[in-house]
């Protein structure tokens, strides 16, 4: 009777391993299987891409057009939309279409920049799509923009005082000469 007992706990044993061994191994298909649904989906989804990510205005003159072109790509499988285009300053106006980008097929975002303002420059525009894997991409414009003559403001300050500061300097100077004066009276007068 003990070595049937024995036997059958032998086989109950085994029974039960051999269960949770093929428990464990299902669920590493089903867990499996889920990655893979997963995988596929996200790897079906909209994708966005650009021809640049920076664009270099280099110099430009002071009032010239200061729109330039950014290229997106949805290299996805479903249809792409840029819910948001956001500069980072009043500088950077950006202009989209709302319309989704379709599978394969490509939109231009227009970048403009103030170029009244005199200078170097350097402007992160955000991108917000619904892209699952980059929702946000971010794109750069910079440059530098000359006045008239070909000399960026800063520049101009430094090497040519205007008639303004000129005469301003001149009566500091004219003023100081006369309060020398008048000091070197009252010291006169003193003594």
């Known amino acids: 009777m003990k070595k049937l007992t024995a036997h059958i706990q032998i086989i109950y044993n085994f029974v039960i391993q051999k269960f949770n061994y093929l428990k464990q191994k299902n669920m590493k298909k089903i867990l499996a299987g889920l990655f893979m649904t997963g995988a596929i989906a996200f790897a079906s989804a909209q994708t966005i891409s650009f021809d640049k990510t920076t664009f270099d205005y280099g110099n430009v003159k002071a009032g010239s ?13 479903k249809p792409l939309i840029l819910s948001e285009v956001k500069p980072s300053c009043g500088c950077t106006t950006p202009e989209w279409s709302k319309d989704p980008i379709l599978p394969g097929k490509s939109a231009q975002i227009k970048v403009g920049y103030n170029t009244g303002i005199k200078g170097p ?10 892209d699952p894997a980059n929702n946000r991409s971010v794109l750069y414009i910079k440059g530098n923009v000359e006045d008239l003559q070909g000399v960026n403001q800063e520049a101009k300050l430094v090497a040519a005082p205007t008639a303004e500061t000129a005469s301003a300097k001149v009566q500091t100077a004219t003023a100081r000469t006369a309060t020398k004066k008048i000091v070197n009276k009252v010291n006169t007068a003193t003594k």
């Open 65 to 77: 057009d200061g729109h330039r072109f950014f290229t997106v790509k949805n290299t996805g499988d």
């Open 121 to 130: 420059f350097n402007k992160l525009i955000e991108v917000y799509s619904n």
